[in-house]
């Protein structure tokens, strides 16, 4: 293969690797399953031309002053760790040094990755020709998926056949951890949240309707009495776990008045963290107070916390403080929480 292909069909194999993985981190549903497995291949895909470009790098580090190289060394760096971290987590491995679990290590090298990529691409360009976009192109491309769907499957068996804990992970690629057993449930922080530690007879929760001004109400834990429900869910943490409870909560619609004209529905908690709901979810979100027949540690969020079902961690918001109608649309927030 020649180096321009080589490099352009790496480019673009990046390129896939950090739109699957962006999407595939806020997937809640299953029918999102095949950009997981798209995810892995193309990863594999990378493994599959590394020695073609590691050739390649050679070669052109060879006739140029290290200090012109030293930022593709790191590049290249990242992405082996980024690769080899993806590979780890999908095996079972979930504890590596320094690090939290290996899907920080994967997120966190692919993330440093993005500007050095541009850089690369900038300095270092290289143009598609014309002739690129041909049937042998096109038939290249066929044959190097099916390898890497060939790769993808061989893999899957041989995890199975190990026994090893990859084999059974969730379509979202996360490993199972703690199902009825909150006592062994990791405690996550997004990113800068501190634990909170309420006192379950001190909490309010402001619920405020489609126009504020008509409806604002405060509850305590009391008020929840006896709306609460049993619901089985999973949530399922970008980190790469998830866990399977019976969790006791209330159905945000009994809690909230009609919705009227509002258009979304904003979660806040007493750190501030918040994510906003289309209103259509009032029947698919929980406030729950408890879980496998206990109330919720203080770490998992008491006095109450989100239960959304079909959404990934990070909507589950802990320490809710208020629940809200607003005009805003659904989609007007950051796709993943910035704090
Ligand atoms: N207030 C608040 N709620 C939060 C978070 C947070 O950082 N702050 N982290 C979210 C994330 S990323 C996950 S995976 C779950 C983790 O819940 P757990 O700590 O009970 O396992 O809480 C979510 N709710
Ligand atoms: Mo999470």
Not at 121 to 145: E, F, I, K, M, N
Not at 168 to 195: A, N, Y
Not at 286 to 293: F, I, N
Request: aromatic share 6%; proline share 8%; with cysteine.
């Amino acid at each position: 293969m020649g180096g321009r292909r080589t490099n352009l069909a790496i480019l673009g194999l990046l390129v896939l690797a950090l739109v699957t993985g962006t999407v595939a981190y806020g997937l809640g549903a299953p029918s999102g399953r095949a950009v997981v497995i798209g995810h892995g291949m193309v990863g594999l895909g990378l493994l599959v031309l590394s020695p073609w470009k590691a050739a390649l790098s050679r070669r052109s580090a060879r006739r140029r002053p290290l200090r012109s190289t030293w930022p593709s060394l790191i590049l290249a760096l990242l992405v082996i760790v980024t690769v080899a971290s993806g590979v780890a987590h999908s095996t079972g491995v979930r504890r590596i040094p320094v690090v939290p679990t290996a899907m920080h290590l994967h997120v966190g090298a692919a993330l440093l990755s993005i500007p050095l990529g541009v850089w690369h691409v900038v300095v270092r360009p290289q143009r598609p020709r014309r002739s690129d976009a041909s049937r042998r192109t096109l038939v290249r491309a066929g044959v190097a998926s099916l390898v890497a769907g060939g790769l993808w499957l061989g893999g899957e068996g041989v995890l199975r056949a190990a026994g090893l804990r990859g084999a059974k992970r969730r379509f979202t690629g996360s490993h199972e951890v703690g199902t009825d057993d909150p006592g062994r449930m990791p405690v996550i922080q997004w990113f800068l949240d501190d634990v909170q530690r309420l006192d379950p007879a001190d909490w309010e929760l402001t619920v405020a309707g489609p126009d504020p001004r008509i409806v604002r109400r405060t509850l305590r834990l009391a008020d929840l009495g006896d709306a609460r429900e049993d619901v089985r869910a999973t949530l399922d943490c970008t980190s790469g776990w998830y866990a399977t409870q019976t969790w006791h909560g209330v159905p945000l619609r009994r809690l909230l008045p009609a919705p009227g004209p509002a258009r979304s529905i904003l979660v806040t908690s007493v750190t501030g963290y918040a994510r906003r709901f289309p209103v259509a979810d009032l029947d698919r979100l929980w406030l729950a107070d408890g879980y496998g027949g206990m109330p919720l540690a203080q770490a998992h969020g008491a006095p109450t916390r989100l239960v959304a079902p079909g959404r990934r961690g990070f909507w589950w918001v802990k320490w809710v403080a208020a629940i809200e109608f607003d005009d805003a649309p659904p989609w007007r927030q950051p796709p993943f929480p910035l704090r």
